[in-house]
């Protein structure tokens, strides 16, 4: 079955506690891309991946870093959380980097930071 | 700053009724997409339009496209309470793909 997978689901830490969210697709897509959602303010683009080796900003990239390593995973790793990271994240995937193809989402990870 | 804006924030109708959000967005686009988001999931793809094309349907689906005014509306035509969900548009933006705005909220009561 086609699909993205993240890690985990939900998740609460301790501010200045490094993680890492994992981020995981099967359709051997080249595009991923990671967002938040918070009340009111929809989704937010925090990093996306045009192909291996390939990662650029989105809107909200402080306090983020990825990396794509390979073609499937593109983790979202946060050094030091602050609460302000406290989000809905979703990890989303694309045959191509064009809108000309749809996006797959992730079942998305409530991060709680306190 | 986001790309596409949906209007309104939030809709609420009778079972029945059609529903119909409209999106703006600020560049030129080369496609504009809508995508559904039921409570806290993942978003789901609905329908995508291209720059060169003025309408498209899907089942119960409407889109549209108007470039001359940087807007699409979605029209969801005999609406269920199944309907219910967060509806997004999704554009491009110099280089930046799959940029959404902050959505509408529907609310479709039986």
């Known amino acids: 079955e086609a699909q993205v997978t993240q890690n985990p689901r939900y998740l609460i830490t301790v501010t200045g506690k490094k993680l890492t969210v994992t981020c995981s697709q099967n359709?051997?897509?080249?595009?991923m891309s990671w967002y938040r959602q918070d009340p009111g303010l929809g989704l937010r683009q925090i990093y996306y991946?045009?192909?291996?080796?390939?990662?650029d900003k989105g809107d909200v990239p402080e306090g983020y870093k990825v990396s794509r390593k390979e073609k499937r995973n593109f983790p979202l790793i946060l050094e030091s959380p602050s609460p302000n990271q406290t989000s809905l994240y979703f990890c989303a995937s694309a045959y191509r980097g064009l809108t000309a193809t749809e996006a797959f989402f992730g079942q998305g990870t409530r991060l709680t930071v306190v | 700053s986001q790309q596409g804006e949906e209007d309104p924030q939030a809709l609420s109708i009778q079972e029945g009724e059609n529903a119909t959000m409209n999106c703006s967005y600020k560049t030129s686009i080369n496609n504009l997409q809508w995508y559904r988001q039921n409570s806290g999931r993942g978003l789901v793809h609905l329908i995508l339009?291209?720059?060169?094309?003025r309408e498209k349907h899907s089942g119960r689906l409407r889109v549209t496209l108007d470039t001359s005014k940087k807007s699409s509306s979605l029209l969801i035509t005999a609406s269920r309470a199944a309907d219910t969900a967060s509806y997004f548009c999704a554009t491009d933006r110099r280089g930046q793909n799959f940029v959404f705005g902050p959505g509408t909220r529907l609310s479709v009561l039986p």
């Open positions: 991946s045009m192909n291996v080796e390939v990662t």
């Open positions: 339009i291209r720059s060169n094309e």
């Open positions: 359709m051997n897509h080249e595009y």
